[in-house]
């Protein structure tokens, strides 16, 4: 499970191409009916799920870090 949450951390957009590469085959099976269009819809969805679930589950921001969304204040 570890080595699945680093690899996600890492590169979330896999799975988005996981699904890219699977959707046509389930097409040409005749197992789900679904264009082009359709299945670039998919994928789409499925990376921004996938993207999103691994910044708020796999590496959350500390509380103490808002460096970030904080301005920084110039010395005048």
Known sequence: MRNLRIL???E???VGSLVASIMP?????DVIRIDEAGIAAV???VNTAV???VRVLVSPSSPGDRSALAPERLAT
Do not use: E, H, K, S
């Open 51 to 53: 993207g999103f679930g």
């Open 25 to 29: 085959v389930l097409v040409l099976l």
């Open 43 to 45: 994928v789409v969805a």
């Open 12 to 14: 979330p957009a896999a």
């Open 8 to 10: 996600l951390q890492r």
